[in-house]
């Protein structure tokens, strides 16, 4: 696959289209993550490492790290980067070692990548750049503001990807749902 079908994939497969905090700045996460895909599988929805970590498809999951997936499952392109999406909200870009090492970089893939997303061939009618990407709607929160900012020490809530808050919070969180279940228990 291309930067172009990767991209394309990222956002069918459900990726924010947010800017996050990178190596590189504040970047679109679809770029970068069609980059590191690039640069983890060449694009080979086949590729497969089983030396070591045993590492499957274009974001080359880790089946040891991340078991009950089989082979099979991860070479399938659409569900590998939803599970790879999984990865990103609990791990965030570390999990991947093209990002860490920076081989994402390479050979000018990520200057590519960028160009592309931001390019008018990847978003035909766009007056901003992020409203329509391959005739895909993304203005996924409904508000017409595509300025969300995704900060690699944020906590993203899986079922809404623009609920954001501090690490920490998370705490406080199940704090207030064991006191709720404690006067609910109690009321009754």
């Keep these: 696959m291309n930067l172009a079908q990767l991209q394309g994939l990222l956002l069918q497969g459900g990726w924010p289209n947010v800017t996050v905090s990178s190596r590189s700045g504040q970047v679109p996460l679809i770029a970068l993550m069609a980059s590191i895909a690039l640069a983890e599988s060449s694009g080979n929805p086949y590729a497969h490492n089983p030396r070591g970590e045993d590492s499957v498809g274009l974001l080359q999951i880790n089946r040891n790290a991340h078991p009950g997936y089989t082979v099979a499952q991860l070479q399938d392109p659409l569900f590998n980067v939803q599970v790879a999406l999984q990865i990103y909200q609990?791990?965030?870009?570390?999990?991947?070692?093209?990002?860490?090492?920076?081989?994402?970089?390479?050979?000018?893939?990520?200057?590519?990548?960028?160009?592309?997303?931001?390019?008018?061939s990847a978003h035909a009618g766009s007056d901003d750049g992020y409203e329509n990407f391959f005739g895909i709607p993304v203005d996924y929160d409904g508000?017409?503001?595509?300025?969300?900012?995704?900060?690699?020490?944020?906590?993203?809530?899986?079922?809404?990807?623009?609920?954001?808050?501090?690490?920490?919070?998370?705490?406080?969180?199940?704090a207030g749902v064991i006191a709720l279940v404690v006067v609910i228990v109690v009321t009754r």
């Design 143 to 174: 508000s017409g503001d595509n300025s969300q900012f995704f900060n690699l020490n944020d906590y993203v809530n899986p079922a809404n990807p623009f609920d954001v808050a501090e690490k920490g919070t998370g705490t406080l969180l199940i």
């Design 90 to 120: 609990i791990e965030g870009l570390r999990a991947w070692g093209a990002y860490t090492d920076g081989r994402y970089l390479g050979d000018g893939q990520f200057s590519q990548s960028l160009a592309l997303y931001g390019g008018e």
